[in-house]
């Protein structure tokens, strides 16, 4: 197995009899996944992507990251939630937290419609000033107001910009194969269209052409990521906790969440990982928040964080939290320290060290002082961040998810809380057919 999980770390708070005793429990829940038994299970497409994928689809789709690296000096990606937390996650992750900065022959890519901040949209719109635009707009419902706006806003723009022949070309949809807005707006103006399969649901949805698109712009290997997540696929079956570390990370966290635990804390020791924290949270929060039930998600970078959250996970986290730690045992690109004369920093103890050992130490260090103060540390291994492991990971979570999901007795694969705020949202901008809605929030509002 490419990843490693060990719950060492949290054996003061999780015992074997803890582990045995959900075992049964979390292989039921495991089965009636892969079955496709439980509630939501017209969303499981995601089980088998990684080796039933679109293997055309795929193709087109790296035809048209060709097209937009050739033709543009900046990808405007537009989404929100499942539909552009993937694909900046795998962008930053394999790239860098400051990719758009590098020098690089790639375009730009700038994510927009993921709030509804107009600094941030006039933001983005003056940083396209002089640059040659494509846009991937990615939209399952095709309805959903934030990415709505932003796509207006940025048809406008490349179709002032472009001749309408040539604002046809850049223009890329990800959106439902057949219904809904955005493809119709497509088949009007005959835009390139990217599937989101009707069995995958948004936060499951980053190795299909919602992620796999704006992923290959930016010049990453779009195989070795599927084939990670492939080997995930073959390898996370066992029922047996002892022989699948999925299953077993599952079960732990399961465990730490009946003996009280409420949060958990996602950790990286790399700044190119918040995104993928991100990602996660969202997955776990989707799909596990329901019926009063779930374990908060929270995220952290250390050391970065150990400098601002850390006093209080130190020395309040323990009744709250636990942490789960995803960790890389190889860097590409390490830097080794160097001897200074004089030593006037008092750094030359380190002279020769790499930066990477430095970190790791802190990791160590980190998690003896952590676990010393009562928060249990759940550790998860890979290799090194490059596209295959991060695949790999990116399926170990999707799966442990839905293994919880189902341990705790919900559908892992709905978001009906989502919808409220929409709602009064609606309503009080006006839309027609929330007349009645209106009126109520205004008064409870004092408006
Ligand atoms: O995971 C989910 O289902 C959600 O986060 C959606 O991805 C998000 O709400 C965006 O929806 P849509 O792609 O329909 O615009």
């Not at 900046?88 to 994510?111: C, H, M, Q």
């Not at 009707?198 to 930016?218: F, Q």
Request: charged letters at 25%.
């Amino acid at each position: 197995m490419s990843i490693k999980f060990s719950e060492k770390f949290a054996a003061k708070y999780v015992s074997q009899n803890d582990i045995e005793a959900l075992e049964s429990k979390a292989i039921e829940a495991m089965n009636t996944l892969v079955n496709g038994s439980g509630e939501g299970s017209d969303y499981l497409g995601w089980l088998e992507l990684p080796k039933n994928f679109d293997k055309t689809e795929f193709d087109e789709i790296k035809k048209a990251a060709e097209y937009i690296k050739n033709n543009a000096d900046v990808l405007i990606v537009i989404g929100i939630g499942g539909s552009y937390l993937g694909a900046r996650a795998v962008i930053e992750g394999i790239k860098s937290e400051n990719y758009n900065l590098l020098k690089k022959d790639t375009p730009n890519i700038y994510f927009i419609g993921n709030s509804i901040s107009p600094e941030s949209l006039n933001d983005i719109v003056e940083l396209c000033e002089g640059k040659d635009i494509c846009v991937n707009v990615i939209s399952k419902s095709g309805t959903t107001t934030e990415p709505a706006i932003a796509f207006r806003v940025f048809r406008e723009l490349v179709n002032k910009k472009y001749s309408k022949e040539e604002a046809a070309k850049r223009i890329f949809c990800t959106t439902d194969k057949n219904k809904g807005t955005l493809k119709e707006l497509s088949l009007r103006e005959g835009y390139k269209t990217f599937v989101v399969p009707d069995d995958v649901g948004g936060r499951y949805s980053v190795l299909t052409a919602v992620g796999l698109l704006p992923i290959a712009v930016a010049g990453i290997n779009i195989d070795a990521l599927m084939k990670g997540a492939d080997d995930a696929r073959k390898e996370l079956c066992d029922d047996s906790s002892k022989d699948n570390d999925m299953l077993r990370y599952a079960i732990v966290r399961n465990a730490l969440y009946n003996s009280g635990k409420k949060l958990e804390c996602f950790v990286s020791y790399e700044p190119s990982m918040a995104m993928f924290n991100e990602w996660l949270k969202q997955l776990f929060a989707e799909s596990e928040g329901k019926d009063g039930k779930g374990l908060f998600p929270v995220s952290c970078i250390f050391s970065t964080d150990l400098h601002s959250l850390g006093q209080f996970i130190q020395e309040c986290g323990a009744p709250l939290m636990f942490e789960t730690v995803v960790k890389f045992n190889n860097v590409d690109n390490d830097y080794i320290i160097r001897e200074e004369e004089g030593n006037i920093d008092g750094l030359n103890f380190l002279s020769g060290e790499k930066m990477s050992t430095v970190n790791e130490k802190a990791r160590l260090g980190t998690l003896l002082a952590h676990t010393e103060g009562g928060v249990a540390n759940l550790v998860i291994e890979a290799e090194k961040l490059d596209e295959y492991n991060l695949g790999y990971l990116i399926y170990f979570f999707e799966k442990a998810c839905a293994v919880s999901g189902y341990i705790l007795g919900i559908n892992p694969f709905n978001q009906p809380g989502v919808e409220s705020y929409k709602k009064n949202m609606f309503a009080l901008l006006g839309k027609p057919g929330y007349e009645k809605e209106k009126e109520g929030l205004e008064k409870e509002l004092g408006l």
